[in-house]
């Protein structure tokens, strides 16, 4: 299930929300201020690999990879 990033349009708060469907998204809440005007954040993470078949995946510290 997918967690997405969010921030708050309202008082710039980021947060994490687990959205079960697409539908949900419309009515993501701040858990800061309560206002429901918050926009999904693009996320990142990176892979590697050690080329020996096990691989290890993280965020990427500045969103970006």
Request: proline fraction near 6%.
């Amino acid at each position: 299930m997918p967690i997405y990033e969010f921030r708050c349009n309202r008082c710039d708060n980021t947060f994490e929300q687990l959205v079960l469907s697409s539908s949900e998204e419309d009515t993501v809440i701040c858990p800061s201020c309560g206002e429901d005007d918050t926009s999904r954040l693009m996320s990142a993470f990176s892979c590697g690999s050690s080329g020996t078949g096990s691989s290890a995946c993280s965020p990427s510290p500045s969103g970006f990879s």
